[in-house]
């Protein structure tokens, strides 16, 4: 369930009665934008009278970021330099952990995530959500005018991506907040990538997730880190989310989608072998035995890659014997309808082997997924 604040109006308490805020901001080479986000932040302690601290999460910039926090002089922010496991999502992820109050936001420090936004976000978690959003996407949301049109769709493609993960309308947002004490009991967390607000809204399973409205302002100082590598490792997140929330259908699916490239290598090489004019059954056989094979590395590559340090050999015999009763349905079906029912015709043999390969799926994805691949084989 979500909910923009703004369509909820919710009862006003006053944050200051929050505990205390920790903001983590994690930076790389934002030397230029942090005396601005500190000013702003500080403007809104003051008005709000609130308890905070920040926490720069930088990775190893060396330009002059921590002489930046230090010219600032506020006693509430400080810097952790990273030097092992760098990345945005592990950064945020360390800045969690050594946040010291019970309410955590999370914001990108080039300005574009306005921290005047910040009571809203913490108002969300009083009036019981227990995770809020600073969203482009709700009502009142917005970006600014010169997006232009690839901007928006990758945007919109990432966003329809994770569709199936989570009904919050811009879960590709870096700005949020969530109470450390859901944080601190989460587990599992294995963020890549940019997206560390989807991984705790999946991870945590939360259900009551609100958003409220932003302006998404583009930044002004420094350059963008989010470059191609950061965005292919997006698609490897949401395999990987895909897989915690959906473990048992994303099973099948891969195995199904394993199985369709089968199909055509399977056809590929039986019509290649009918055109040099082997025998029939021969070439049925061919078919199946080298789709059986590309089957195995893929499943075991992809499908049900927990099991992929296990003994490839060991693994492919089991695999070809747990498959062996898939196999003689496959063959037995499509060699029974070649003769009886479909004798002739364009395509005869390819569609036999299609009504084999149908059969004999079934009792394969039950062999592989709880005989071969099955869990208790992985070493820990
Ligand atoms: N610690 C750390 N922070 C990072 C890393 N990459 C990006 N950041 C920070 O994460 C925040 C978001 O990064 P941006 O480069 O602004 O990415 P973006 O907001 O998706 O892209 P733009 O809209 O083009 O700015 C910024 O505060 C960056 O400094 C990283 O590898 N490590
Ligand atoms: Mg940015």
Same mark, same amino acid.
């Given at each position: %369930?979500?909910?923009?604040?703004?369509?909820?109006?919710?009862?006003?308490?006053?944050?200051?009665?929050?505990?205390?805020?920790?903001?983590?901001?994690?930076?790389?080479?934002?030397?230029?934008?942090?005396?601005?986000? #500190?000013?702003?932040?500080?403007?809104?302690?003051?008005?709000?009278?609130?308890?905070?601290?920040?926490?720069?999460?930088?990775?190893?910039?060396? @330009?002059? =970021?921590?002489?930046?926090?230090?010219?600032?002089?506020?006693?509430?922010?400080?810097?952790?330099?990273?030097?092992?496991?760098?990345?945005? =999502?592990?950064?945020?992820?360390?800045?969690?952990?050594?946040?010291?109050?019970?309410?955590?936001?999370?914001? @990108?420090?080039?300005?574009?995530?306005?921290?005047?936004?910040?009571?809203?976000?913490?108002?969300?978690?009083?009036?019981?959500?227990?995770?809020?959003?600073?969203?482009?996407?709700?009502?009142?949301?917005?970006?600014?005018?010169?997006?232009?049109?690839?901007?928006?769709?990758?945007?919109?493609?990432?966003?329809?991506?994770?569709?199936?993960?989570?009904?919050?309308?811009?879960? /590709?947002?870096?700005?949020?907040? %969530?109470?450390?004490?859901?944080?601190?009991?989460?587990?599992?967390?294995?963020?890549?990538?940019?997206?560390?607000?989807?991984?705790?809204?999946?991870?945590?399973?939360?259900?009551?997730?609100?958003?409220?409205?932003?302006?998404?302002?583009?930044?002004?100082?420094?350059?963008?880190?989010?470059?191609?590598?950061?965005?292919?490792?997006?698609?490897?997140?949401?395999?990987?989310?895909?897989?915690?929330?959906?473990?048992?259908? %994303?099973?099948?699916?891969?195995?199904?989608?394993?199985?369709?490239?089968?199909?055509?290598?399977?056809?590929? *090489?039986?019509?290649?072998?009918?055109? *040099?004019?082997?025998?029939?059954?021969?070439?049925?056989?061919?078919?199946?035995?080298?789709? #059986?094979?590309?089957?195995?590395?893929?499943?075991?590559?992809?499908?049900?890659?927990?099991?992929?340090?296990?003994?490839? #050999? +060991?693994?492919?015999?089991?695999?070809? =014997?747990?498959?062996?009763?898939?196999?003689?349905?496959?063959?037995?079906?499509?060699?029974?309808?070649? %003769?009886?029912?479909?004798?002739?015709?364009?395509?005869?043999?390819?569609?036999?082997?299609?009504?084999?390969?149908?059969?004999? /799926?079934?009792?394969?994805? #039950?062999?592989?997924?709880?005989?071969?691949?099955?869990?208790?084989? *992985?070493? +820990?």
């Amino acid at each position: %369930m979500t909910k923009a604040i703004s369509e909820h109006p919710i009862d006003l308490c006053d944050i200051r009665f929050t505990a205390g805020i920790s903001i983590i901001i994690p930076t790389y080479q934002e030397a230029a934008n942090i005396p601005y986000i #500190l000013k702003r932040i500080d403007t809104l302690r003051q008005a709000r009278d609130l308890t905070l601290e920040v926490l720069f999460m930088d990775d190893d910039s060396r @330009d002059g =970021s921590v002489e930046a926090v230090a010219a600032a002089g506020f006693d509430w922010a400080r810097i952790i330099v990273r030097k092992a496991d760098r990345g945005l =999502s592990p950064a945020v992820i360390e800045g969690f952990e050594a946040a010291r109050y019970p309410v955590l936001i999370c914001m @990108d420090c080039d300005l574009s995530h306005p921290p005047e936004a910040i009571p809203n976000l913490v108002l969300g978690l009083h009036s019981s959500q227990q995770f809020v959003i600073g969203s482009r996407y709700v009502p009142g949301g917005s970006t600014d005018d010169d997006w232009g049109f690839f901007r928006w769709f990758n945007s919109f493609v990432a966003t329809v991506l994770a569709r199936p993960l989570t009904a919050v309308r811009d879960p /590709m947002s870096g700005f949020f907040a %969530m109470r450390k004490s859901d944080f601190d009991a989460a587990r599992d967390l294995n963020p890549v990538g940019y997206k560390v607000a989807l991984e705790l809204i999946v991870k945590c399973s939360f259900e009551n997730v609100g958003e409220v409205p932003i302006h998404f302002t583009d930044r002004q100082h420094g350059e963008s880190k989010l470059t191609l590598i950061e965005q292919l490792k997006y698609i490897q997140h949401l395999r990987r989310l895909y897989m915690h929330k959906f473990s048992g259908m %994303m099973y099948l699916l891969q195995f199904l989608f394993v199985g369709a490239s089968g199909v055509v290598v399977n056809l590929a *090489v039986l019509s290649l072998l009918v055109l *040099v004019g082997l025998p029939e059954w021969f070439c049925l056989a061919a078919g199946i035995g080298v789709s #059986l094979c590309t089957n195995f590395l893929l499943n075991r590559r992809f499908t049900f890659s927990y099991a992929r340090r296990e003994p490839v #050999l +060991r693994q492919f015999l089991g695999f070809v =014997s747990a498959s062996l009763l898939g196999l003689v349905v496959n063959y037995a079906v499509a060699l029974s309808l070649r %003769m009886n029912v479909l004798e002739d015709g364009p395509f005869a043999l390819q569609l036999a082997a299609l009504a084999g390969i149908a059969a004999g /799926m079934g009792f394969n994805f #039950l062999g592989a997924r709880y005989l071969v691949f099955r869990k208790r084989f *992985v070493r +820990r």
